[in-house]
């Protein structure tokens, strides 16, 4: 079984509508993420979370709220998608490490929102 | 601030020969980096990763990346190419201090094996 799931995997959806994107580990980690990547930009961090009580944005939350319900689940929703957040959204998870900017980032197999 | 630029977008080659990727970084710490690969449809998963420890890291699939401090760079290598090395890879430098592992992602170097 996978360590990070995202579901759904694929979505297509109108301008104006509410969308949550949902991600689950269990690989036992504290620290996750939300990334979404476009053609030639790489990915670009959207929120992340250290834990269930510390959620912040990255640096390109406008448009997007996060949810962190458990140690093992973190879900993203776009209030009222629009078509400039079609893209593949991915969720990623770590282990925190003691020397700052060492724990490696793991990813989910990711979701392709469309937005008409 | 970190950044990364790789310096290829499209790398193509033939199938048992030399890989090469070449990705350059900025940073005002002791960087971690990282190459992920990213195949078809699929999540990303970890090559391998540079942490301060011995500059030259392998990675699984035969691929290695050898950290230059004096170059700022960290190219990804294999000896010989195969047809299922094709997919998009990307170096990846961690902006480390404060406890933040925040990931700044280059923008991709698409590698494509030919018979």
């Known amino acids: 079984d996978a360590d990070v799931t995202q579901t759904p995997r694929n979505r297509i959806t109108k301008t104006g509508k509410r969308i949550m994107l949902e991600c689950s580990q269990t690989?036992?980690?504290?620290?996750m993420y939300w990334y979404r990547q476009d053609p030639g930009l790489g990915l670009r961090l959207i929120y992340y979370?250290?834990?269930?009580?510390?959620?912040n944005k990255g640096e390109i939350s406008d448009g997007y709220s996060v949810s962190r319900q458990a140690q093992a689940k973190f879900s993203l929703s776009l209030e009222s998608a629009i078509p400039n957040q079609t893209a593949l959204y991915f969720c990623?998870?770590?282990?925190?490490?003691?020397?700052?900017?060492?724990?490696?980032?793991?990813f989910g197999p990711g979701t392709r929102l469309t937005v008409l | 601030a970190q950044s990364v630029t790789q310096l290829d977008s499209h790398v193509s080659v033939s199938e048992g020969t030399p890989v090469l990727l070449r990705c350059n970084y900025s940073?005002?710490?002791?960087?971690?980096l990282f190459w992920y690969v990213q195949h078809p449809n699929k999540g990303l998963q970890l090559l391998l990763k540079?942490?301060?420890?011995?500059?030259l890291v392998k990675g699984i699939n035969g691929f290695e990346a050898e950290f230059k401090k004096s170059e700022t760079s960290f190219h990804l290598t294999k000896p010989s190419a195969h047809m299922s090395d094709a997919a998009e890879y990307f170096c990846v430098v961690s902006e480390g201090p404060g406890g933040y592992n925040k990931l700044i992602f280059g923008a991709g170097t698409r590698l494509a094996v030919h018979p």
């Open positions: 940073s005002s710490y002791s960087p971690s």
């Open positions: 690989k036992g980690h504290d620290r």
């Open positions: 979370s250290f834990d269930v009580k510390d959620i």
């Open positions: 540079y942490t301060s420890a011995a500059t």
């Open positions: 990623a998870t770590s282990d925190a490490d003691a020397r700052a900017g060492r724990d490696t980032q793991y």
